[in-house]
């Protein structure tokens, strides 16, 4: 159903002359893509100015000229580590070409006695004479608007040069068709911005510094656009959804009044004004699907119950989805506690769950005698089946894709969902990775939390550090010793969790315990439950940890290696601790000399706890695609915004994107049809497909 005008960007790669079996793979590799237009987007890194071409007695040091001569005199090297030399001239003075390596007849054929040629390359002055080594370029004179002005240079993969990459952009590029405007005139006049054609083919033109920063007005243009089509998209998508019939989930509140009073602390004003905006959502008609974001230890698991309980007293059933074992059955321990209090029936479901108890669960939970199921993926299997699901709550949603939620929501009869993280999201990404949700957050940490001490230290301090870590188990505190890897790396000189558990255990003995990624579940949870209930007070770890473990007698956090890890992560380890009374200490372990980039990301941790601040600097430090630790964190990828960038246009694409559905909400109008293609563009096709389809 794509339009005719953009299959020749969607042609595979292959159909471009030049483009055989090898290369083929190496573009593919580069683009992350088989078709022509990933070409287009790749856009370039630099440009060498070829345009100053003065005669030689003018030619400066250390810089790239094209110069038109005479090839003089031809001097092969007397042995084979000697270069291949050249005696060029024009009316002014003489230039030296050097080549070093040359085979048979190259050269002589390159450059005849005698012959007149453009060369250009970079001018070196040697022992007072001028030379050029490797001319980037010899053509005959005729040439020399092939080589005059600006060559683009783009970003490369080993095994394809950048002339060859130029030659294949260029065919990519002669392919881009003339398309009708889809931008809101008033914008375009407003931004200054040129119609999409020119904005490409100026894009991969650039002739200064500045036409290679993301707000140049060319990739400014490109960049909307890429955000218009997923902003368009997600409201698509949201409309669909909005309009799909749900159920009024309104519980009389016993359940829920009860909970309130068993609990020993009462609700902020941010969770209420987040229940409330649940609970609105679950009483109308149509289906729930809302974003959660709240800061480390801010109270989401309380508002996640409250929530299931408001549709279990509608006699329904209730799910909470987690990404990992030990995040599913900390939920399970925090919630089964209080639950069983009220006589709330709860069950735990992981794919450690197996055999004849599981086939019991299944059963309980299909008969309606099971009121929350918590789990992990294991949720999703066809066998799980519920008497009557309608909520959903999905943890930590960055670890599974829109597909999971909405494969989770389909289980229920109508389900709503409620999606939540503790990784707080930059406005500006949130927006881009959940258009489709409304959002909430709670703003507010419970009152009586105290500051959490953070402290870089150079790792040549290890030895009063682990002073003070004995100092600090001496009187019953236990211990987080965080390590980015888990086995020795030749590549990066980091510190392993076994090899320090190993230097640790000399010392502390069996206080110290050692968990990461590899283990099985069950060993796993077995050192878990020792640190948080037994005699382990020395945990040492990788990023296992890194979110839904709540051991409050855990007051200090060692972090090794602190300037490898991204803001957000160190923000989400140090919320492991300061979860009781007593202050807590988190120690930023790094090996010096800091880039300056770690520099601004360990200040930043050091001066605050707000994690919304912190995610916004992440942003700007190290880009959407990195910023929760993973590419295959279910966010989008963009191939021509930069979210750190482009967030005022992203506010603007969604404004846009609202306003079209409003108006055209089948895209049938003249812009309408104008922004189809966009999405086609983009390739939106299901989202383009839906809307044919009606």
């Not at 573009?27 to 440009?47: F, M, Q, R, T, V």
């Not at 959940?434 to 939390?449: A, K, Q, T």
Request: charged share 25%; net charge neutral.
């Amino acid at each position: 159903m794509r339009p005719q005008v953009l299959y020749p960007l969607f042609s595979d790669l292959s159909s471009l002359k030049g483009v055989g079996g090898r290369i083929s793979k190496l573009l593919e590799k580069l683009l992350d893509s088989d078709k022509i237009a990933n070409l287009l987007w790749h856009l370039p890194s630099g440009y060498i100015d070829r345009s100053y071409s003065p005669n030689i007695i003018d030619a400066p040091d250390n810089r790239i000229i094209t110069l038109k001569v005479t090839v003089g005199k031809h001097l092969p090297p007397h042995n084979r580590t000697s270069p291949y030399r050249i005696e060029c001239y024009d009316d002014t003075g003489f230039i030296t070409l050097t080549f070093f390596k040359v085979k048979g007849d190259y050269v002589k054929n390159l450059l005849p006695e005698g012959s007149q040629r453009i060369i250009s390359g970079k001018v070196e002055s040697f022992n007072n004479k001028l030379q050029m080594s490797h001319p980037d370029y010899v053509v005959q004179t005729e040439r020399i608007n092939e080589v005059l002005g600006f060559e683009t240079i783009y970003p490369l993969t080993a095994g394809i040069s950048n002339k060859v990459l130029s030659k294949i952009q260029k065919q990519a590029l002669d392919k881009a068709p003339e398309l009708d405007e889809w931008i809101d005139a008033s914008l375009l006049k407003q931004k200054g911005w040129d119609n999409w054609h020119n904005s490409l083919i100026s894009a991969h033109e650039p002739k200064s510094e500045a036409d290679l920063s993301p707000a140049n007005k060319f990739r400014s243009r490109l960049a909307y656009d890429e955000l218009l089509a997923g902003q368009l998209a997600l409201a698509i998508v949201r409309q669909k959804y909005k309009k799909t019939k749900g159920r009024s989930i309104k519980g009389d509140g016993k359940l829920r009044h009860k909970l309130l009073e068993h609990l020993p602390f009462a609700l902020t004003s941010a969770q209420k004004r987040v229940l409330a905006e649940i609970g609105e959502d679950m009483a109308s008609e149509t289906k729930m699907l809302r974003l959660l974001q709240g800061d480390v230890g801010s109270g989401k698991t309380i508002v996640a119950l409250l929530t299931m309980l408001n549709a279990i007293e509608c006699g329904a059933q209730s799910a909470i989805m987690a990404p990992t074992d030990i995040l599913s059955r900390q939920h399970f321990e925090t919630i089964s506690t209080l639950a069983d209090k009220i006589g709330v029936r709860t069950a735990i479901l992981t794919g450690r769950t197996k055999g004849k108890k599981r086939e019991e669960l299944l059963s309980e939970l299909k008969d309606g005698k099971i009121d929350i199921l918590i789990g992990t993926h294991a949720l999703f299997q066809d066998d799980v089946t519920f008497k009557d699901l309608a909520c959903v709550i999905i943890d930590e949603q960055h670890r599974f894709g829109v597909q999971q939620r909405l494969d989770l929501s389909a289980k229920g009869n109508l389900a709503d969902v409620l999606v939540m993280t503790a990784t707080p999201i930059p406005r500006t990404l949130t927006l881009t990775a959940y258009g489709d949700m409304d959002c909430s957050r709670i703003d507010e940490l419970p009152p009586g939390r105290q500051k959490i001490d953070t402290l870089a230290m150079p790792k040549s301090k290890m030895t009063s550090i682990i002073d003070g870590v004995k100092r600090a188990l001496s009187t019953g505190t236990k211990v987080y010793w965080v390590c980015p890897l888990v086995e020795e790396s030749e590549k990066l000189d980091l510190a392993a969790a076994e090899e320090r558990y190993e230097h640790l255990h000399k010392i502390f003995g069996d206080k110290v315990g050692l968990v990461h990624g590899k283990m099985k579940g069950a060993d796993k949870d077995k050192i878990m439950e020792d640190f948080a209930f037994g005699s382990t007070d020395l945990l040492i770890a990788t990023t296992v940890i890194e979110v839904g473990v709540n051991v409050p007698q855990a007051t200090i956090m060692v972090i090794e290696h602190a300037e490898r890890f991204g803001l957000s992560q160190l923000h989400q380890l140090r919320g492991r601790i300061g979860r009781g009374s007593d202050k807590s200490t988190c120690i930023l372990l790094y090996s010096p000399p800091l880039s300056e980039t770690a520099q601004t990301r360990l200040k930043t941790i050091r001066e605050t706890e707000d994690g919304f601040i912190i995610a916004e600097e992440d942003l700007k430090l190290r880009g959407a695609g990195e910023l929760l630790g993973t590419r295959q964190s279910g966010l989008p990828e963009f191939k021509l915004a930069d979210l750190s960038m482009h967030g005022d246009l992203i506010a603007i694409a969604r404004k846009d994107a609202e306003l079209i559905m409003s108006k055209d909400a089948n895209l049938t109008s003249e812009r309408g049809k104008n922004l189809r293609t966009l999405l086609y563009l983009f390739e939106k096709d299901q989202v383009a497909n839906t809307l044919r389809s009606g």
